[in-house]
Structure formats: C-alpha cells, structure tokens
C-alpha cells in the first residue's frame, strides 16, 4: 500500500487547550498587530477551565465550558487600560468571545464560531515551550 504524501506531511491537530492561540482574523478580517502592543491571544487551561489571554491591549482572564464541539466562554473580564491604538479591535474581539458557541480545530488553525456557523474568530496555534 502506498501512502497519500498528503497525509504523511499534514500536521496533527493542536489540542485546544495548553495551546497559545494567535489572534489572526476577526469576522474574515485580518487583524494587525499595533506597534508597542501585544498580540490578542487566547490560552485554555490544560487544568482547568480557565482561560487567559491578551486583546491586544489588556489582559483578559475567564472560563469557559468544552463539551465535544460546543464552547461557551464566561464570565470574560479583563484589564481596563486605555491604548492609543487597537481599541476598536479590542472591543471586537471580546464582543465575538461572548457569541461563541462551538470550535473547530484543522491542524494549526482554530476557528470559533457562533450558533448560526459563522466564523467569528481565527487563531493560529504557537506551541507552549
């Protein structure tokens, strides 16, 4: 049998948590990274279920509830710092975090999304040393 070189070079999935999960894209928009600031990120605790994180101006710390598919974060707060600039992506990504009701994992990608399918938020998997 031979095997597909597709799949012998295709990377496992990151497992959704213990994984730093990159902010990439917002609502099919890219998101940019403002100088002097840190990029929005997100963390699920491998002990708990606590998350914490970065909207690129604050940080930001929660929980959240994982059944199969189905995410639904809580209780989202975070820092109150005023930033020259990303507020306005700030405010978007913690709207999109409330709307989130299921997940999707494709190797080094994931993508939550709201209860109508939508993709609300994209993230790239950076490994935890």
Same mark, same amino acid.
């Given at each position: #049998?031979?095997?597909?070189?597709? *799949?012998?070079?295709? /990377?496992?999935?990151?497992? =959704?948590? $213990?994984?730093?999960?990159k902010l990439v894209t917002l609502h099919g928009k890219a998101v940019t990274v403002h100088e002097q600031q840190r990029e929005a990120h997100i963390v699920f605790s491998a002990s708990d279920d606590r998350l914490s994180?970065?909207? &690129?101006? $604050?940080?930001?710390? &929660? &929980?959240? @509830? @994982? /059944?199969?598919?189905? =995410? /639904?974060? /809580?209780?989202?707060? &975070?820092?109150?710092?005023?930033?020259?600039?990303?507020?306005?992506?700030?405010?978007?990504?913690? $709207?999109?975090?409330?709307?989130?009701?299921?997940? *999707? +994992?494709?190797? @080094?990608?994931?993508? #939550?999304?709201?209860?109508?399918? $939508? +993709?609300?938020?994209?993230?790239?998997?950076?490994?935890?040393?």
């Amino acid at each position: #049998m031979s095997q597909d070189p597709a *799949k012998a070079t295709a /990377k496992p999935d990151s497992p =959704l948590r $213990n994984t730093y999960w990159k902010l990439v894209t917002l609502h099919g928009k890219a998101v940019t990274v403002h100088e002097q600031q840190r990029e929005a990120h997100i963390v699920f605790s491998a002990s708990d279920d606590r998350l914490s994180g970065s909207s &690129g101006c $604050n940080r930001m710390m &929660g &929980g959240f @509830e @994982e /059944k199969g598919d189905q =995410l /639904k974060l /809580k209780q989202v707060a &975070g820092t109150m710092m005023a930033c020259p600039q990303g507020m306005a992506v700030e405010t978007a990504f913690l $709207n999109a975090l409330l709307t989130v009701a299921r997940y *999707k +994992i494709s190797a @080094e990608h994931l993508d #939550m999304l709201d209860a109508s399918g $939508n +993709i609300v938020a994209g993230f790239d998997a950076v490994a935890l040393q």
